[in-house]
């Protein structure tokens, strides 16, 4: 499938999903969403990729949230029928592989919802996070209410989606939004650098890890723990766990296939 909305390359074990949009922000119309969930579902499939790092091109905006043309003339029904269908957050949330989001500027609304399907953000110095939906007169619906809350707790939840002030970076990692915020030159080498060491793990083993941290807020702890236990147990029938244990016995870096 060629793409006109994103770019997508993978080298060195590292796949790129950027959002080709700059001129709107990197705004989500629906033929992007669409080729964002075909790309996922190619890379799920590749075993070079690794860990994905998904951002938006230019230097202004990581995505400035939903297209907000389509939302004129929509009505609650045909709002519905266009949700129906794998949403973009959930294929990004239940991809398999690590996901970074590199967040290179405006993150507001859907962008911000993006992020949050992410496993890691990180952001740039100049990048600003926010939900701004109340200001259309709507609320956050791919994921925020939900996402955000689990991560920054309701408060500040609370606070961001009622008044839909975008916040910068700095307070964005003090409420834990993102995990780092970087100069926006070094931005790209800190993500890759980060991304080259998660991608030396076994893939079968991150695949355990991302399954088993998003039990935690899914279920209760108790069904959690069972859930990590199975996990744990899982990787014990890997050939990476053999190559891993043995690498260490024998004082050497492990080799991991992904098998
Ligand atoms: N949907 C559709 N188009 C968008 C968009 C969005 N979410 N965000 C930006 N754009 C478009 C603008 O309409 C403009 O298009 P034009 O050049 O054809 O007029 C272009 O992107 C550049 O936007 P502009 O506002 O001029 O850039 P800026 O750098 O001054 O401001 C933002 C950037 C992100 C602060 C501002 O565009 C904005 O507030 N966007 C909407 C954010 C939002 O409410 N998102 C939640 C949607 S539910």
Same mark, same amino acid.
């Given at each position: 499938?060629?793409?006109? &909305?994103?770019?997508?390359?993978?080298?060195?074990?590292?796949?790129?999903?950027?959002?080709?949009?700059?001129?709107?922000?990197?705004?989500?119309?629906?033929?992007?969403? &669409?080729?964002?969930?075909?790309?996922?579902?190619?890379?799920?499939?590749?075993?070079?990729?690794?860990?994905?790092?998904?951002?938006?091109?230019?230097?202004?905006?990581?995505?400035?949230?939903?297209?907000? &043309?389509?939302?004129?003339?929509?009505?609650?029904?045909?709002?519905?029928?266009?949700?129906?269908?794998?949403?973009?957050?959930?294929?990004?949330?239940?991809?398999?592989?690590?996901?970074?989001?590199?967040? &290179?500027?405006?993150?507001?609304?859907?962008?911000?919802?993006?992020?949050?399907?992410?496993?890691?953000?990180?952001?740039?110095?100049?990048?600003?996070?926010?939900?701004?939906?109340?200001?259309?007169?709507?609320?956050?619906?791919?994921?925020?209410?939900?996402?955000?809350?689990?991560?920054?707790?309701?408060?500040?939840?609370?606070?961001?989606?009622?008044?839909?002030?975008?916040? /910068?970076?700095?307070?964005?990692?003090?409420?834990?939004?993102?995990?780092?915020?970087?100069?926006?030159?070094?931005?790209?080498?800190?993500?890759?650098?980060?991304?080259?060491?998660?991608?030396?793990?076994?893939?079968?083993?991150?695949?355990?890890?991302?399954?088993?941290?998003?039990?935690?807020?899914?279920?209760?702890?108790?069904?959690?723990?069972?859930?990590?236990?199975?996990?744990?147990?899982?990787?014990?029938?890997?050939?990476?766990?053999?190559?891993?244990?043995?690498?260490?016995?024998?004082?050497?870096?492990? /080799?991991?296939?992904?098998?």
């Amino acid at each position: 499938m060629a793409y006109q &909305n994103i770019l997508v390359e993978t080298n060195d074990r590292i796949s790129f999903l950027t959002i080709n949009r700059p001129d709107k922000r990197n705004a989500l119309n629906q033929p992007t969403r &669409n080729e964002m969930v075909h790309a996922l579902e190619s890379l799920e499939r590749e075993p070079e990729s690794r860990v994905l790092i998904l951002t938006g091109a230019g230097d202004k905006a990581f995505i400035a949230g939903a297209d907000i &043309n389509e939302f004129e003339g929509r009505t609650a029904l045909t709002q519905r029928e266009a949700m129906k269908g794998l949403r973009i957050f959930t294929a990004i949330e239940e991809f398999p592989k690590p996901v970074i989001a590199m967040i &290179n500027g405006f993150c507001l609304g859907g962008g911000l919802e993006v992020a949050l399907a992410c496993d890691i953000r990180i952001a740039s110095d100049t990048a600003r996070l926010g939900q701004p939906e109340i200001n259309l007169g709507i609320i956050p619906g791919g994921g925020g209410t939900q996402r955000l809350t689990r991560l920054v707790g309701e408060g500040k939840a609370m606070e961001l989606i009622l008044t839909g002030d975008a916040i /910068d970076a700095a307070h964005a990692k003090e409420i834990g939004l993102v995990n780092e915020v970087v100069a926006a030159g070094d931005l790209r080498g800190r993500v890759v650098s980060l991304a080259g060491r998660i991608a030396e793990k076994s893939p079968v083993a991150l695949r355990m890890a991302k399954d088993a941290v998003k039990s935690a807020a899914r279920t209760n702890l108790r069904e959690g723990l069972e859930r990590e236990t199975d996990l744990f147990c899982l990787t014990f029938g890997s050939e990476d766990k053999a190559e891993g244990v043995r690498a260490f016995l024998e004082k050497r870096k492990a /080799d991991f296939k992904g098998k």
